[in-house]
């Protein structure tokens, strides 16, 4: 049977506060994809999707054709989206004649687990449980639907989750037009209104869904995400993701800019990385890597290989710039970064710079313990290439070959110049703050006017792979210093970026330790 299916990506998705501040809520991510892949990929791969697009419609788009370049998407540009005349109703009307032939309706936020049927016959797609307070709902009697409700329904049969099929959908359209018609500003206009009519004298049936997932409000987005695991466990931030395929990977970033860059550097760093597959302003996508997360499976014996590996074959002499000019990148890099990220921690945590009794030991202000690092030697290095963001969790193993994900689009405003001491302080964080004990709340963050307290606790393996890191860099003549110094002030850069309380126990966490290396000099001294 020849069918379409309509997707309504324009909204604004408001009811997800801040997780759409930088997407579509169909981007979303739930376990290792977006909502909107739980949805195409419900359906035969030679389905006729019609798409509406408004708010952040070319990122939908864009994603879209990177995931699914072998699909038809025809796609509905929505001038109303928000505000006065914007609705449900609205935008199905505007995809109206893309869908001059049964249809099935499918909100980008509903996610279910079961067969779809063909719209050979009308249905309507609901769920037996609590929630009509939040959901239109209906009754069923002798397997036909015989009213529709708005929210707030005492005990109805079925929630109703924002998947019908259509099989007349003439009428749909006819009443649907007709109800615009009446009162172009009403914002609640929806399916629900042209069904609540076409159930007085067509047959509506119910696919019964046992498993629903609505990712519409961050209430039910994390119960979703609850259930539909990412066992990659990738510490979520609202302006970037990373959607994770069979046999690719598609990576999200709202700052083009970054995008772009990221793209170059994995041509820099060709061979050590996945090749990338296509790009677009806000994506880019590569194949799938297949090996060992390195952080599960890091071994002293291993790591010591690993960085032997690395000392070869990514941190290698580059075409240099002049010194004066790196070591200002550096400077840019490692002071001007960190005393924004530092502000913005403050400011948006309404925190004030103080002196803190951390753990037992009186800790200066911030800008105390800035003014006291020897900058100037700090920038004073030699330039190599770099990965940016040197974590086990960013690393696979394949045999004795590694494999690096997730590279840093730049360096202070450089591409091909880095400091290999960035690379290895970001390591020695990873050993320290793991992202998969991160992620099941391992960790402590306690806080009474000055007086705090902050702990983690440690996988061993990468404990012992810290003793087997120092080591290498005493054998290697390297700073070990240089590297503690750096991985406090990595912390402190990365408070303002993560969730609640993590993001807390990092600047914190990044006090004392930077405090303790300090104090080392400050004896040596």
Same mark, same amino acid.
Request: with cysteine; proline share 2%.
């Given at each position: 049977m020849k069918y379409k299916v309509l997707i309504t990506t324009s909204g604004t998705g408001s009811r997800l506060g801040d997780?759409?501040?930088?997407?579509?809520?169909?981007?979303?991510?739930?376990?290792?994809?977006?909502?909107?892949?739980? +949805?195409?990929?419900?359906?035969?791969?030679? =389905?006729?999707?019609?798409?509406? @697009?408004?708010?952040f419609g070319n990122q939908v788009k864009d994603f879209l054709k990177l995931a699914y370049p072998n699909h038809k998407f025809t796609f509905v540009e929505i001038d109303k989206y928000e505000g006065p005349g914007s609705s449900l109703g609205y935008s199905m009307l505007q995809a109206k004649k893309f869908l001059q032939c049964p249809f099935i309706f499918h909100a980008c936020d509903t996610i279910v687990n079961g067969k779809i049927p063909n719209p050979e016959k009308n249905w309507i797609g609901g769920y037996r449980g609590e929630g009509s307070s939040n959901y239109r709902s209906f009754n069923v009697v002798n397997g036909k639907v015989q009213e529709m409700f708005d929210k707030g329904a005492i005990n109805p049969d079925y929630i109703h989750i924002g998947l019908i099929g259509t099989k007349n959908y003439a009428k749909f359209w006819e009443i649907l037009r007709k109800i615009y018609r009446k009162n172009i500003n009403n914002s609640a206009l929806s399916d629900v209104d042209v069904l609540q009519k076409m159930i007085k004298d067509f047959d509506f049936g119910v696919v019964d869904y046992k498993i629903w997932h609505d990712i519409g409000n961050v209430d039910s987005l994390n119960v979703a995400r609850s259930k539909i695991e990412d066992s990659f466990r990738i510490l979520?931030?609202?302006?970037?993701?990373?959607?994770?395929?069979?046999?690719? @990977?598609?990576?999200?970033?709202?700052?083009?800019?970054?995008?772009?860059?990221?793209?170059?550097?994995?041509?820099?760093?060709?061979?050590? +990385?996945?090749?990338?597959?296509?790009?677009?302003?806000?994506?880019?996508?590569?194949?799938?890597?297949?090996?060992?997360?390195?952080?599960?499976?890091? =071994?002293?014996?291993?790591?010591?290989?690993?960085?032997?590996?690395?000392?070869?074959?990514?941190?290698?002499?580059?075409?240099?710039?002049?010194?004066?000019?790196?070591?200002?990148?550096?400077?840019?890099?490692?002071?001007?970064?960190?005393?924004?990220?530092?502000?913005?921690?403050?400011k948006t945590r309404s925190i004030k710079d103080s002196e803190n009794i951390i753990n037992g030991e009186k800790i200066p202000t911030i800008k105390k313990m800035l003014s006291m690092i020897n900058f100037e030697k700090l920038c004073d290095t030699k330039q190599t290439n770099f990965h940016g963001d040197f974590i086990p969790d960013n690393i696979l193993k394949n045999g004795n070959e590694y494999i690096l994900l997730d590279w840093r689009q730049d360096?202070?405003?450089?591409?091909?110049?880095?400091?290999?001491?960035?690379?290895?302080?970001?390591?020695?964080?990873?050993?320290?703050?793991?992202?998969?004990? @991160?992620?099941?709340?391992?960790?402590?963050?306690?806080?009474?006017?000055?007086?705090?307290?902050?702990?983690?606790?440690?996988?061993?393996?990468? @404990?012992?792979?810290?003793?087997?890191?120092?080591?290498?860099?005493?054998n290697n003549d390297l700073d070990s210093q240089k590297v503690r110094l750096l991985t406090a002030i990595i912390w402190l850069n990365m408070s303002p970026l993560h969730h609640h309380p993590f993001d807390l126990f990092l600047f914190y966490f990044g006090k004392l330790n930077l405090w303790q290396e300090l104090k080392k000099q400050i004896r040596k001294n």
């Open positions: 997780i759409t501040k930088y997407t579509n809520k169909s981007l979303v991510k739930v376990g290792k994809k977006p909502a909107i892949s739980y +949805v195409i990929e419900s359906y035969p791969k030679n =389905t006729e999707f019609v798409i509406t @697009v408004g708010y979520d931030k609202a302006d970037e993701s990373i959607f994770i395929f069979d046999k690719f @990977v598609i990576k999200f970033f709202s700052n083009e800019e970054i995008n772009k860059k990221r793209i170059e550097r994995g041509k820099i760093l060709k061979g050590l +990385v996945p090749e990338i597959e296509g790009f677009s302003k806000n994506f880019y996508r590569y194949k799938y890597a297949k090996g060992h997360l390195f952080s599960k499976i890091a =071994t002293p014996n291993n790591f010591s290989h690993f960085l032997n590996w690395s000392n070869k074959k990514l941190w290698i002499p580059v075409k240099k710039i002049d010194h004066e000019d790196f070591k200002k990148a550096c400077f840019n890099f490692y002071y001007s970064k960190t005393v924004e990220r530092i502000e913005k921690f403050l360096f202070g405003g450089l591409l091909e110049q880095g400091d290999m001491y960035y690379d290895l302080a970001k390591l020695n964080h990873n050993l320290t703050v793991n992202h998969e004990i @991160v992620n099941r709340d391992l960790f402590t963050i306690n806080i009474n006017k000055n007086i705090v307290e902050c702990d983690i606790m440690r996988k061993e393996n990468l @404990v012992q792979c810290q003793r087997v890191f120092f080591d290498f860099l005493e």
